[in-house]
């Protein structure tokens, strides 16, 4: 299994700031045919079910805010949410898809 | 809109098994896979396999390989996970997730990135 590792496990934030949350990959999930990571992310409230935010690694689902950008290929990738908002505070999970799916450990972003 | 609503909690004792529903609607069911996941309390996304309603066919993570099965009803849009020889590392929040279908010029294939979600269903196995 492609084993995903999240980093900070947890980030604390100012309203109006960046936050960043990275996810590496133990192996490229960059398809070579069609030259698309196989990478999707996640936001989960609590006691809400994952909600999707980003897909191809940087495609924004329809409707999700564009503060919310996805950035990276191979075996590195970032998401950034350029100016966080109180709504913003949740876990993030990367997932891939190059392979049965596994999920990142998660991120926990709070207000700073 | 599409939606799929889960059945509700469950407590079961060690050993025993565990069948969990997931209707769906707003959306032609035969078409898109069926992938289930789980979520420990305060802990991660741990994916337990697909279904596609349309052919039957099923792919489960290797961990599970042998102690879950995944069906479907197409008669309902349902689709059912059961879980046999349960013990308490099986506590844990069980979503089902609508995959995705990715079209190119000359074909479509079945993705595994998720949406929507269940609202989850809690199992709870306890003596």
């Known amino acids: 299994d492609i084993v995903m590792i999240q980093s900070p496990d947890s980030l604390a934030v100012s309203l109006g700031e960046r936050a960043t949350i990275n996810c590496k990959s133990s192996?490229?999930?960059?398809?070579?045919?069609?030259?698309?990571?196989?990478l999707a992310w996640y936001q989960q409230k609590p006691g809400q079910p994952p909600k999707l935010l980003i897909y191809w690694a940087s495609t924004r689902e329809s409707g999700v805010p564009d503060r919310f950008r996805g950035s990276g290929s191979g075996t590195d990738f970032t998401l950034t949410i350029s100016s966080l908002e109180a709504e913003d505070v949740a876990a993030y999970y990367c997932q891939q898809y190059y392979t049965n799916p596994t999920f990142g450990q998660g991120t926990r972003l709070q207000i700073k | 809109q599409v939606q799929l609503v889960q059945s509700g909690a469950e407590v079961k004792k060690p050993g025993a098994s565990v069948k969990v529903s997931c209707k769906a609607s707003?959306?032609?069911?035969?078409?898109?896979?069926i992938n289930w996941v789980r979520q420990a309390a305060g802990q991660g996304l741990e994916w337990m396999g697909w279904i596609n309603p349309n052919s039957g066919d099923t792919g489960y993570a290797q961990k599970f390989q042998g102690r879950v099965t995944m069906t479907t009803d197409t008669s309902k849009s349902t689709a059912y996970m059961e879980l046999s020889s349960l013990t308490s590392e099986d506590t844990a929040v069980y979503y089902c997730?609508?995959?995705?279908?990715?079209?190119?010029?000359?074909?479509?294939?079945?993705?595994?990135?998720?949406?929507?979600w269940g609202q989850g269903s809690l199992v709870t196995v306890s003596s």
């Open positions: 192996q490229s999930v960059l398809y070579s045919s069609n030259n698309k990571n196989y």
């Open positions: 707003g959306y032609i069911f035969i078409s898109y896979e």
């Open positions: 997730a609508r995959g995705k279908v990715y079209c190119t010029t000359s074909n479509c294939h079945m993705m595994k990135w998720f949406d929507p």
